[in-house]
């Protein structure tokens, strides 16, 4: 199976919370991030968590990690139009540089 | 503004012919990685390079070819394209090799 997965895709109203989830699967991760990919456009760093802790929040963003059971997630607050994308996860593997990403979420915002 | 620039930004080129993607950061950052991106599968680690003067392979690394003359620049090469090559291509740069990694807009690369 995939090293890191992610659900494909997510809908949520304008306004409500969106909560996108990922499971990795190497405890030896030092970060895990999440970026965000717009149409046509490179992965833009949206937020990213040491091993050692359990939440960030950073504005709207709230990233949870249980490392128990190898779970990320991020909750984005107020979810608006301008937050459509594909959201990635991606872990260091072995606490380096080499990055594995899951296959991304495609979050869609509507009215 | 300080970031990353890829060229070109797309290219459709005949199989068997011989390329180079262009990649340069002005952060001064100390490594540099290329990714793939294909539908499906995320992104690849291809090659990288934690300082000027070495590089390490990836996941992905047979067919391409890197070289880090300079902190700068980080070209990537294919000898000779394959259809499989076709995908969407990304440089990234951090400042050292545990730090967050920063992206490109891409090159789209199409082998025909």
């Known amino acids: 199976g995939e090293d890191v997965e992610q659900s494909l895709f997510l809908s949520v109203r304008e306004g409500d919370s969106s909560v996108i989830n990922c499971t990795y699967t190497?405890?030896?991760?030092?970060?895990l991030y999440w970026y965000k990919q717009e149409p046509g456009a490179g992965l833009q760093l949206l937020t990213y968590?040491?091993?050692?802790?359990d939440m960030k929040q950073d504005q709207r963003l709230t990233v949870l990690l249980n490392k128990k059971d190898k779970h990320l997630s991020l909750r984005i607050a107020d979810t608006q139009t301008g937050d459509s994308a594909i959201y990635f996860c991606?872990?260091?593997?072995?606490?380096?540089?080499?990055?594995?990403f899951g296959t991304g979420t495609q979050l869609k915002v509507e009215l | 503004i300080a970031g990353i620039t890829q060229a070109p930004t797309s290219q459709i080129l005949a199989a068997g012919r011989r390329m180079t993607l262009r990649c340069t950061q002005d952060?001064?950052?100390?490594?540099m990685y290329w990714y793939r991106q294909d539908l499906g599968l995320g992104l690849r680690l291809i090659h990288y390079?934690?300082?000027?003067?070495?590089?390490g392979k990836g996941e992905v690394p047979d067919g391409y070819s890197v070289s880090r003359a300079n902190t700068d620049d980080f070209p990537l090469t294919l000898a000779s394209a394959v259809p499989s090559q076709t995908s969407v291509y990304f440089c990234?740069?951090?400042?050292?090799?545990?730090?967050?990694?920063?992206f490109g807009d891409g090159t789209r690369l199409s082998i025909l």
């Open positions: 990234a740069s951090s400042e050292n090799s545990n730090q967050p990694q920063h």
């Open positions: 190497d405890s030896s991760s030092t970060y």
């Open positions: 968590i040491f091993s050692n802790m």
């Open positions: 991606a872990e260091s593997k072995g606490g380096g540089n080499k990055l594995t």
């Open positions: 952060m001064r950052h100390n490594a």
């Open positions: 390079s934690n300082t000027a003067g070495t590089t």
